[in-house]
């Protein structure tokens, strides 16, 4: 069982950034880190993910030069730089880890999920 905790949310105003964390107690060379979110009454949307070996990075085009998703191989962790923050970013962040996806990056592609972290942005 791959086990995943993020930490680094909570309340922030328009503008402001934010640093997402999330650490994964297993990785392999196939693996994809994936960030997610979701805001009360929708779905969960995908928001950026990064490819444990190479470090290709995808993202929503609602985030694309807001949103920096890294990662530290040595550490098993990976990041979300939140920044330019905008109410409709307000959401439950999820880091999720899938294998073999190839350039799927669907919630039903990833297969480990962490419990979520909350951000806030008001206006």
């Known amino acids: 069982q791959v086990q995943l905790v993020e930490s680094g949310g909570g309340l922030a105003q328009a503008g402001d950034s934010l640093r997402l964390s999330c650490t994964v107690s297993?990785?392999?060379?196939?693996?994809?880190m994936g960030w997610f979110r979701q805001a009360p009454g929708k779905e969960r949307e995908f928001v950026a993910a990064?490819?444990?070996?190479?470090?290709?990075?995808y993202y929503a085009d609602s985030v694309k030069g807001r949103f920096t998703i890294s990662r530290d191989n040595t550490k098993n962790m990976v990041y979300l730089q939140l920044n330019s923050l905008k109410a409709e970013d307000t959401a439950v962040y999820y880091c999720?880890?899938?294998?073999?996806?190839?350039?799927?990056?669907?919630?039903?592609?990833?297969?480990?999920w962490g419990q979520g972290t909350q951000v806030t942005v008001s206006s």
């Open positions: 297993l990785t392999s060379s196939w693996a994809t």
């Open positions: 990064i490819k444990w070996t190479g470090g290709d990075t």
């Open positions: 999720a880890v899938g294998f073999f996806l190839g350039a799927r990056m669907t919630s039903g592609a990833f297969d480990y």
